[in-house]
């Protein structure tokens, strides 16, 4: 059913938020992410091939465990997104945005009338009815959270129209990515990319929404912090699971 999204209030106070990226499709696995402590986690069906059935019982263990779950959706298709915010997903993540009409877009089907385009449907959203269609209607647009995903070298000769558009709360870089776009394949620590990612950064700081950086040592974090931002994207489960147990392994043999 429809909560608060804790992780969006956070923010309103100014306090500063942290997640992670699920790439380990299990409900048991986002549970403990939020018992961890961890204010979100962005569970992907970009690159992964869960099924809608798990991913709704993903997000039923992170409401368990008090964590905001938002979705990474394939693109800006209206069925994927609709089907992550039905499940119950506090939030959908949209990749590879590239002007302002694919951000409008991704944000009309996340939010319903007058803000939006989006279906409605009953189900676990409403308590199943439990909640008002009025109330519910007007809260869902409120406590849903869109985070657009900047990738490549359109998306940032666009990042200041995009930032500007109504209904957008975050843009995230995809450094990875973006790297491939400006000609240094899979270096995301480059100076062009860096750089890039701090132009996104301020158009955020400009157009008064959040960035939601993605640091990738202790150095970088520093430096967000420093900078200003308040969300944080620490990673993802997988490669923290694939170190830890290496490092346990090592530590054995040692």
Known sequence: MLTTNTTKYKLSEGKAVYGLLNAVPSPWLVEMIG??????????TEHLSTN?????????????????????????????????LDSGAQGIVVPRVR???????????????????????GGRTTGFGTIPLARYLEEAN???LVVLMIEDAEGLRNCEEI??????????????????????????????????????????RKADRH????????????????WGAQAFLLGEDRSLLFKQLKAHLNTSKA
């Open 35 to 44: 018992y961890a402590g961890y204010d979100f986690v962005i569970l992907d």
């Open 211 to 226: 960035f939601c950086a993605l640091p990738r040592n202790a150095d970088q974090l520093a430096n967000w912090r420093a």
């Open 142 to 144: 409120r406590e849903v």
């Open 52 to 84: 809608p059935e798990t991913i709704e019982h993903m997000i039923r263990a992170a409401e368990c465990a008090g964590i905001t779950p938002l979705v990474r959706v394939p693109g800006p298709d209206v069925g994927a997104i609709a089907h992550a």
């Open 99 to 121: 002007n302002a009409d694919e951000a409008g877009a991704a944000v009309s089907m996340a939010r319903y009338a007058p803000e939006g385009t989006r279906g409605i449907t």
């Open 163 to 204: 930032a500007v558009v109504p209904g957008v709360d975050w843009l995230l870089e995809g450094a990875v990515d973006l790297s491939q776009s400006l000609g240094v394949s899979g270096d995301p620590f480059h100076s062009s990319v860096q750089e890039a990612i701090a132009g996104l950064a301020d158009s955020c």
